[in-house]
């Protein structure tokens, strides 16, 4: 199948997000997670000649959707080094983040990439296909204690240790290289009426871990507060408990733990107020023409003027 910029990904709260932006339009703005470039693109048209704007993304693939606008900047690289990547740029402060957290559709239906099992294919699940370890790896180097921690931590599954025991048994006796290899290996520890939940679960531990998910968002979001100047705003869609709550947790906190830091006047220190107390989900008419948008949920943040 041929890939475009709107088939690469459909754009969940597309509208909701970017107006959560407050766009000033000579402002300067970063897409960490640019993907097809919906998002963007939506940002550029409420943008003048002015303004400038920052899209990130580690896949290679993610190239073919490139602007064409003298305003927009690609940046070939994990939001991890936004930082790295602004002071190279020679940006001191930005006007507004977003972030789109997780897998795009176009991941999921690249059969290849063994994202999704539904299709058998090769275990890579790297989102930068020119560095790091796969899913494949992961499977077959990690010991049987590590390998339970990563489907407990990040899969949140309650069988892991079984789940991890199983692997161990099935790659003594040949590696675990594909999709259904590690459907095989795992298929008598899930329940029918779970077992789509669960192997999806089972999925995603491996490729946060592949891909160390947690510790890039952590990094990002702490460059993020450092460089939106008083007013900027940070967008975030994220789409499981695991990254919305390290994402909740630094907005009220200021940091990923959710530690509570108080002042002298027992007022909380934290770089941010939050714009929506109550998260932000979709409406049903997108639920149901984009079934990835089911679990979505954005928060919005404004950074404080701590001078004030």
Not at 103 to 121: T, Y
Not at 154 to 174: D, H, I, N
Not at 217 to 227: I, S, T, V
Not at 249 to 255: D, H, M, P
Request: overall charge neutral; proline content about 3%.
């Amino acid at each position: 199948m041929t890939t475009t910029a709107d088939t690469y990904h459909v754009p969940v709260m597309l509208r909701e997000s970017v107006d959560g932006l407050d766009i000033r339009p000579g402002g300067i703005y970063v897409d960490v997670t640019f993907g097809g470039g919906g998002h963007s693109r939506e940002i550029l048209t409420r943008m003048d000649a002015a303004g400038r704007l920052f899209g990130f993304d580690q896949d290679a693939d993610a190239e073919a959707n490139i602007i064409g606008d003298d305003r927009f900047t690609f940046v070939r690289s994990n939001f991890r080094y936004l930082a790295n990547w602004m002071r190279y740029y020679g940006v001191e402060a930005v006007d507004g983040l977003i972030a789109d957290l997780g897998v795009s559709s176009h991941h999921f239906d690249d059969a290849e990439r063994g994202f999704s099992f539904r299709f058998d294919a090769p275990l890579d699940m790297r989102m930068n296909k020119r560095d790091g370890m796969t899913a494949a790896d992961v499977l077959n180097k990690y010991d049987e204690a590590r390998l339970a921690d990563v489907f407990y931590l990040y899969g949140e599954l309650r069988t892991s240790r079984r789940m991890a025991a199983a692997v161990t048994k099935a790659r003594a006796a040949k590696p675990i290289v594909t999709t259904q290899d590690l459907i095989d290996a795992t298929a008598q520890l899930f329940k029918r009426e779970r077992e789509k939940k669960d192997m999806a679960k089972m999925f995603q531990a491996l490729r946060i871990e592949v891909n160390h998910e947690m510790d890039a968002l952590r990094e990002m979001l702490k460059a993020a507060a450092a460089l939106l100047r008083p007013g900027g705003r940070l967008v975030v869609i994220t789409y499981h408990s695991l990254e919305d709550r390290i994402v909740k947790n630094v907005i009220r906190t200021g940091n990923p733990q959710g530690t509570a830091c108080q002042d002298f006047y027992g007022r909380m220190e934290t770089p941010f107020a939050a714009v929506n107390n109550k998260v932000i989900t979709p409406s049903a008419a997108e639920t149901g023409a984009n079934p990835r948008s089911r679990s979505a949920k954005l928060r919005i943040a404004e950074k404080k003027d701590n001078d004030k």
